[in-house]
T-cell receptor, first 112, second 113 residues
Framework: NAGVTQTPKFQVLKTGQSMTLQCAQD?????MYWYRQDPGMGLRLIYY???????DKGEVPNGYNVSRLNKREFSLRLESAAPSQTSVYFC???????????FGNGTRLTVT | DQQVKQNSPSLSVQEGRISILNCDYT??????FLWYKKYPAEGPTFLIS?????DKNEDGRFTVFLNKSAKHLSLHIVPSQPGDSAVYFC????????????FGKGTLLTVNP
């Protein structure tokens, strides 16, 4: 049982480049989330999808877009990467809104 | 404005002793609290939660205490084991909603053999 799978694990981008972070879950969860974690900071919610077909902004959505491709997959896109987006990105899922989150192992992104 | 505060960046304890991790919050609307544990190069994993209608919740070696009047919660691990060495995040929400979940900065626990 893979749980939440994120790809890639590591990525280095130059300022202005674009990329998409992929996330897939195999637990038949309805809700999916993207978080970022910066040094000395807690996790901050970027976007979430309460159910298939819906997406909403979290605490720090600027510079990102998301797509809930189907019930399993939720991608995060950086259209024009900036050094301030250097971070570790975690995808998570939950059966419903109140259920505990299940996290992937993260993508470490560096923007130079 | 940090609504969930974990004021101790790190804590070191001996194996077999009690570990106490603390968390303070400022938003009086928070009514559901969780602890997540994170090992290096892995994502956080859910550990234990507590609703504001309770003041204590136990799960094996882990107990969470909630003091609503002080806006304070703590996680007790007894006895502590080397495998408990990890970063512990406190999180809080209103109505149990993950869509408005606020995390603290985390406390690194080291359990020495």
């Amino acid at each position: 049982n893979a749980g939440v799978t994120q790809t890639p694990k590591f990525q280095v981008l130059k300022t202005g480049q674009s990329m998409t972070l992929q996330c897939a879950q195999d637990m038949n969860h309805n809700s999916m989330y993207w978080y970022r974690q910066d040094p000395g900071m807690g996790l901050r919610l970027i976007y979430y999808s309460a159910s298939e077909g819906t997406t909403d902004k979290g605490e720090v959505p600027n510079g990102y877009n998301v797509s809930r491709l189907n019930k399993r997959e939720f991608s995060l896109r950086l259209e024009s990467a900036a050094p301030s987006q250097t971070s570790v990105y975690f995808c998570a899922s939950s059966l419903t809104g109140p259920e505990p989150l299940h996290f992937g192992n993260g993508t470490r992104l560096t923007v130079t | 404005d940090q609504q969930v505060k974990q004021n101790s960046p790190s804590l070191s304890v001996q194996e077999g002793r009690i570990s106490i991790l603390n968390c303070d919050y400022t938003n009086s609307m928070f009514d559901y609290f969780l602890w997540y544990k994170k090992y290096p190069a892995e994502g956080p994993t859910f550990l234990i939660s507590i609703s504001s209608i309770k003041d204590k919740n136990e799960d094996g070696r882990f107990t969470v205490f909630l003091n609503k009047s002080a806006k304070h919660l703590s996680l007790h691990i007894v006895p502590s084991q080397p495998g408990d060495s990890a970063v512990y995040f406190c999180a809080a929400s209103v109505g149990g909603s993950n869509y408005k979940l606020t995390f603290g900065k985390g406390t690194l626990l080291t359990v020495n053999p």
